[in-house]
């Protein structure tokens, strides 16, 4: 373990050492491997060339680890740790995957048997000697040598993040990890390249069959094949994408969400005044905005300007917005600018509402639950949500004859049918305002 300087960051980093200089991965051999493996410590040297020290010795780790585990006949290695366990083993005898295609051509004029592969003799007789029942691993690095190891389901999400510009975002790769992880679950560890399309039909009836509902499991499904897609395309793998196309009965019949009644949201607006506290200005400046859950608890205090009473939606470390069009100026009720002020006060960092929000990550998920439970206590007999405050914002917003261009402006909705929205400066705050108080002005009745 040592201490490895990243631009002005300096780490701890497992296995990293400096050796005259030279920048190394040291790992100890467990006492009972030692003899087997005829050395006591793992020293690897490491080139700038093959990325970032510390991950290399991430990487390192996690494949010793796994052969450790290998070699002293662990019932619970996984495949992911059985191949990583394979590749290890290559390494201790200076090998690595495919290296059982480089032959050697004997001398010009030579006679006799000839060896064209003696970089392999160490680790075949060590590994598989004759009258030994070689272990599965050595049977795993033995065909690594001369076919590429298969890619499994639990390294494909990997390539997906690597490839895709919301990576850095920890929400939404929390997400889109548990609808795969659930899939590796079902199915097992197995590779990628081997996954059937009854596999896939066999998962989504199975998720219908646990109660899921048909939409939930079109988006998770949705999730799936992106990250299948993104892995074929990336490792420029031979197969159909098994997900492609899965019809998933019922995922259309729900239609539109359903929006609050003008009485219904106005019993909300009422009961969220009333009691006046963080959760309740959250769910009043969704009310009067029609803006997305994530849009108003990931907003910081740089982001509202109350003299112009006006909301910037910007994305930021915390939380990214769901579409181009989503960037916006939103402005705002007099009832959601007072609750804001007195939240920007209360607040004790930089974002509006802390219980919810900080430069870690922003929970929308758990808001979301909460803002339910909430909207159930007002509403006892509702089925619908806090996404239904948003449609109906649109509903009130074309109900005063709201020009589309506008309406869309004020949401952040994508109007495919104009484009209009790409030229000039947009809206002025002055014009947004006018038609969304139009909108609300029967709360003053």
């Known amino acids: 373990m040592a201490k490895l300087q990243i631009g002005n960051i300096t780490i701890i980093v497992n296995g990293f050492t400096l050796n005259n200089g030279l920048p190394y991965f040291q790992r100890a051999v467990p006492k009972r491997l030692q003899k087997r493996l005829g050395k006591k410590t793992i020293k690897i040297r490491l080139h700038i060339e093959d990325g970032n020290y510390a991950l290399q010795c991430h990487r390192l780790t996690l494949r010793h680890a796994a052969l450790f585990k290998a ?131 066999k998962y989504r009836d199975e998720r219908l069959r646990s109660g899921v509902k048909a939409a939930s499991v079109e988006r998770e499904i949705s999730t799936i094949k992106a990250i299948f897609e993104k892995a074929i395309v990336e490792l420029s793998l031979q197969m159909k994408n098994p997900f492609a196309k899965l019809l998933i009965q019922g995922a259309d019949e729900g239609g539109k969400r359903p929006s609050f009644t003008k009485n219904e949201l106005r019993q909300l607006i009422d009961s969220a005044r009333v009691h006046d ?8 400046c969704m009310a009067l905005t029609g803006a997305r859950l994530a849009e108003i608890v990931g907003l910081r205090k740089q982001d509202v300007d109350l003299e112009k009473m006006i909301i910037c939606i910007v994305p930021h470390a915390s939380r990214s917005l769901k579409t181009k069009q989503s960037k916006r100026r939103v402005p705002m009720h007099p009832w959601a600018a007072e609750a804001l002020k007195v939240q920007m006060i209360e607040s004790t ?63 952040g909705w994508s109007n495919k049918k104009s484009v209009a929205e790409h030229y000039g400066e947009g809206y002025s705050d002055q014009i947004l305002q006018k038609y969304l108080m139009a909108a609300l002005k029967w709360l003053d009745e």
């Open 277 to 284: 506290d963080e959760r309740r200005r959250l769910a009043l």
């Open 71 to 201: 070699m002293v006949a662990d019932p619970r290695i996984t495949p992911t740790e059985a191949k990583l366990a394979s590749i290890a083993l290559l390494g201790f005898y200076g090998l690595s995957q495919l290296d059982g295609r480089h032959e050697i051509q004997p001398p010009i004029g030579w006679e006799g048997s000839f060896d064209p592969t003696p970089h392999l003799n160490e680790f075949l007789d060590a590994e598989l000697p004759l009258g030994h029942p070689p272990s599965q691993i050595a049977l795993m690095a033995r065909d690594a040598l001369f076919d590429p190891m298969p890619i499994l389901l639990s390294e494909a999400f990997s390539v997906y993040l690597d490839n895709h510009k919301k990576a850095s975002d920890k929400n939404f790769s929390k997400a889109q990890k548990a609808h795969w992880d659930r899939l590796v679950n079902f199915t097992g560890d197995i590779a990628l390249e081997g996954f059937t399309r009854d596999q896939a039909k």
């Open 349 to 411: 960092n930089g974002f509006i509402f802390p219980a919810y929000a900080n430069e870690e990550s922003v929970k929308s998920d758990s808001v979301s639950a909460m803002l339910k439970k909430w909207i159930v206590s007002v509403l006892p007999e509702t089925q619908k949500t806090a996404h239904s405050m948003r449609h109906t914002m649109a509903d009130l917003l074309r109900e005063v004859e709201t020009p589309l261009d506008i309406k869309d402006a004020i949401g």
